[in-house]
């Protein structure tokens, strides 16, 4: 297990459309292996297979239970309601933005042997779901959002908010 580089905004392979996975081998493992040492040391609770340059359909999404869902070739099936909150990314570092989301959202995946299942969640996590499911199709949060901000200007907001 390794932890691997996470490429950030402007490289190209954040913009291309993911393959799916169809074998459920060693090297599949391996990668999410590595994703999960990855996810771990970037404080994150989301990663997708091409923040680590490998354009297979395989995201990690860790719960309000702080449980690790990997999920391969996701899709999602239904969303209901609506949330509007900051969003920022690991490949966009240092920058956040305000981005509409469903508030619940059931996905449909595999898990590492190929077993289909589903998964429903809400809020932050229904955030995730969406946010990391984008990646696989080439696309950022910040294409969502009106601007960005940085670290400082949060604060300044929040601070005038008081
Ligand atoms: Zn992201």
């Not at 590595?34 to 994150?44: K, P």
């Not at 509007?84 to 959202?105: H, Q, Y």
């Not at 949060?141 to 200007?153: G, Q």
Request: glycine residues 8%; contains cysteine; aromatic residues 4%.
């Amino acid at each position: 297990m390794a932890i691997r580089e996470i490429v950030t905004q402007g490289d190209p392979v954040l913009n291309k459309v993911c393959h799916p996975v169809t074998q459920f081998d060693q090297k599949l493992w391996d990668l999410l292996d590595d994703m999960h040492d990855t996810l771990a040391q970037s404080n994150g609770v989301g990663l997708a297979a091409p923040q680590v340059g490998i354009l297979r359909r395989v995201v990690l999404v860790i719960n309000g239970e702080d449980r690790v869902i990997e999920l391969i070739n996701p899709t999602i099936v239904s969303t209901s309601g609506e949330q509007e909150g900051l969003e920022g990314c690991l490949s966009v570092p240092g920058k956040w933005g305000m981005v509409k989301r469903p508030m619940r959202v059931r996905v449909r995946a595999q898990d590492r042997n190929g077993n289909w299942f589903e998964e429903e969640d809400e809020e932050l996590t229904a955030r995730c779901f969406c946010h990391e499911l984008d990646h696989l199709d080439g696309h950022l949060f910040s294409e969502l959002a009106d601007r960005l901000y940085t670290s400082e200007e949060l604060d300044a907001m929040m601070e005038e908010e008081e």
